[in-house]
Each structure stands twice: as C-alpha cells, then as structure tokens.
C-alpha cells in the first residue's frame, strides 16, 4: 500500500531548516505523524510539532508559536490544515500526497466500511501548496512525479457521498421537518436518490426497533451511531 517516505521528508527537512520560516509537513493520518515526528525529532535544529484533529486545544496551539530563535517549527499535520488552518510563518509545505478516506455503502450506518489510504485529489494538492507563503513567499514540495500528477482525481468525493446518510436525515428532519428526500435533494453535492430513501427506511426501522426494546423495558442497545437516540431523537424520526 501507500507509505509516506519518512527518508526522504527528513533529507529534504535536513535541507530546508536551514531556512527562514516553519515548515508544513501533510501526511495521511495520526499513526504516520507520529512515527514522522519520531523520526524529525532526531534533529537537533528542529522543533517538531504534531497537528491533528484528536489534539486539544492548548497542544494545537503548538502549531502557531514561533520557534525559538536558531530553530525551525517543523509542523506534521493531516489534511485539517488544508483549508481551516493557516500557520502564518510557513514558508515550505512537503505533501506527501497521501489521504484517508472511508469507502463501504454510503447510505448505510450498519454496512461494513473500511478506511483506504491513497492518492490526493488534484483539489486538495492544491489547496496544501497554497498553505506556503500564506504571508510571504513560500515553497511547495510534492513527493510525487508529473506522470502521477496528471493521474490524480480532479476532487475527492464529497463527504455525502462516502458517509452514512442516517444522521444527515434524522438531523434534517429535525432542524427543518418535512420530507427528507427533497432536503437531502437541495444539497450542493446531494445524494442519489435511492440510497436517500434506503437510509430514511433503515432509519425507521432503527426507531422502531429502540421503541420497541423500550416497551419491553430495555434501555436500546443499538450499534454507535452519530446522533442520540432519546425521546426527542424518536420523535423526530421521519
């Protein structure tokens, strides 16, 4: 499979903190920066910084201190520094050009889904060379060739289309009542029709299924799902 190559960032990270400016580092998930700042932290010269959505507050607030002086902010992050993120004295990006996502049956909170790691959409490349020189000039260093370049996806699928669409409907139906289809339907990037109305039934019957267990005197015992399964929860239900 895919694998970032620790190598080869830590000789161009070598190089570049000679530099003015911190450096961003994108790879795919948590497991890979910590091993990448494992290896980055070898480097005396280097103030190595993980950035990830699992961090709190106070340790995300790493990423923007400056570092002291004589050192460079090496700062190893996930794709939520693509866009949401801005770290103001970044001068060199390195992509790796790695994403996570989740593929299995989109409509479905019960099917079986699997996390695949692959290739960047051309969007998201595009969006992490944009985060050097946010304030200054800056550089970006994709650890990949023009052939793979020009293979890449033009964007990567919208969440709708890779997530559960259960929570979305029941969120819907209770922020905005009414018939979820034609919600769901208004979506920038809606989903197919059928698997709208196959999460709406599956959801149903979940709610049925909680009400059920209730009567008999049970507290629900169903599969984690992304929204809560109280009174107000199933009475909202479509």
Do not use: Y
Not at 17 to 40: K, Q, Y
Not at 94 to 103: E, F, H, K
Not at 138 to 159: F, I, K, N, S
């Amino acid at each position: 499979g895919a694998r970032v190559n620790e190598p080869l960032i830590a000789a161009l990270v070598a190089r570049l903190s000679c530099e003015d400016g911190a450096i961003l580092i994108f790879v795919p998930g948590v497991r890979e920066i910590d091993s990448l700042c494992a290896a980055l932290e070898r480097q005396p010269k280097c103030v190595v910084v993980p950035l990830h959505g699992r961090l709190s507050v106070a340790e995300q607030a790493r990423a923007f201190r400056a570092a002291p002086a004589g050192r460079t902010k090496v700062v190893v992050a996930t794709d939520v520094a693509e866009a949401s993120v801005t770290i103001p004295d970044c001068t060199n990006v390195i992509d790796c050009g790695l994403a996570r996502s989740v593929v299995g049956e989109a409509w479905s909170a019960r099917a079986a889904r699997r996390v695949v790691t692959g290739r960047v959409s051309a969007d998201a490349a595009k969006q992490r060379a944009g985060r050097a020189g946010r304030v200054r000039a800056g550089t970006c260093w994709r650890l990949w060739c023009a052939v793979e370049q020009d293979a890449l996806e033009t964007a990567r699928p919208p969440e709708m289309a890779t997530l559960p669409l259960c929570g979305v409907a029941l969120r819907a139906k209770s922020l905005f009542g009414g018939a979820v289809a034609p919600l769901l339907a208004a979506c920038p990037a809606p989903p197919p029709l059928d698997r709208a109305a196959a999460a709406v039934r599956e959801l149903v019957e979940i709610c049925v299924e909680i009400i059920s267990r209730r009567r008999r005197g049970r507290r629900a015992g169903v599969a984690p799902m992304a929204w809560r399964t109280d009174d107000a929860t199933i009475q909202n239900a479509p």
